[in-house]
Every structure is written in structure tokens, then in C-alpha cells.
């Protein structure tokens, strides 16, 4: 199984950014997909994750955007209006839907692949 993250870059305040997510090794149409980011001295954080529709925290609803492409086995972020706090590194993951009635996860440990991570820097 493998996840690879592609697209992160250094940016200003206000740019856009398009993250991707291939994933090879898995079913891909049965996984939900999360994204989530790690700045330097804090915790992994959600930032969105999509099953059949995105679903995305607080401080970058509005903003961001998920959708993946089941024909090409790839989760997308769309990062508009960046700010120098989204600056993190940024991880995409898998989670096996296990049940007929599937609530994607907000936690990191429900997840059961990681890609590798990609570095977004904000610059004010």
C-alpha cells in the first residue's frame, strides 16, 4: 500500500495551493480519505476528509476543498486564501470503511494509511 502526496510548495499569505494524493495498493473507492497537518511542536490535526462529500474543520471550511477521482485512486486538496497558520506538513490518509452506515474519521489512530507528507509553507 502507498500514498504518495505531491503538490506542497512555499507560497504567500493569500495564494492557492493544490495538494494530491495517489494512492496504489488498496480499493481505492472503498477508503475514506483524510487530510491532516502537523505544524512544528503540535499535534496532528484533521483538516478534512471526504466518503462520498467533503467534510472539513472549522479553520479551513470555506476555503479548502476535497474531492477525489475514484477512477484515478486520488484524494485532491484545494487550498485557497492560504495564511502563514496553515503552514504545516501535510498528510494524507486512508481509512476502510467497515461498515454499511461509514462516518469518516476525525482522529489520526482510526486511520489505516498515511502517505508521507508534503510541506506547505505560508509566508506573510
Known amino acids: 500500500v502507498q500514498l504518495q502526496a505531491s503538490g506542497g510548495g512555499l507560497v504567500q499569505a493569500g495564494a492557492s495551493l493544490r495538494l494530491s494524493c495517489a494512492a496504489s495498493?488498496?480499493?481505492?473507492?472503498?477508503?475514506?480519505m483524510g487530510w491532516f497537518r502537523q505544524a512544528p511542536g503540535k499535534e496532528r490535526e484533521f483538516v478534512g476528509g471526504?466518503?462520498?462529500?467533503?467534510e472539513y474543520a472549522d479553520s479551513v471550511k470555506g476555503r479548502f476543498t476535497i474531492s477525489r477521482d475514484n477512477a484515478k485512486n486520488t484524494v485532491y486538496l484545494q487550498m485557497n486564501s492560504l495564511k502563514p497558520e496553515d503552514t504545516a506538513v501535510y498528510y494524507c490518509?486512508?481509512?476502510?470503511?467497515?461498515?454499511?452506515?461509514?462516518?469518516?474519521?476525525?482522529?489520526?489512530?482510526?486511520?489505516?494509511?498515511w502517505g508521507q507528507g508534503t510541506q506547505v509553507t505560508v509566508s506573510s
Open positions: 495498493g488498496i480499493w481505492f473507492s472503498s477508503y475514506g
Open positions: 471526504i466518503w462520498k462529500s467533503g
Open positions: 490518509a486512508a481509512d476502510r470503511r467497515s461498515s454499511v452506515i461509514y462516518e469518516l474519521p476525525r482522529v489520526s489512530s482510526s486511520y489505516d494509511y
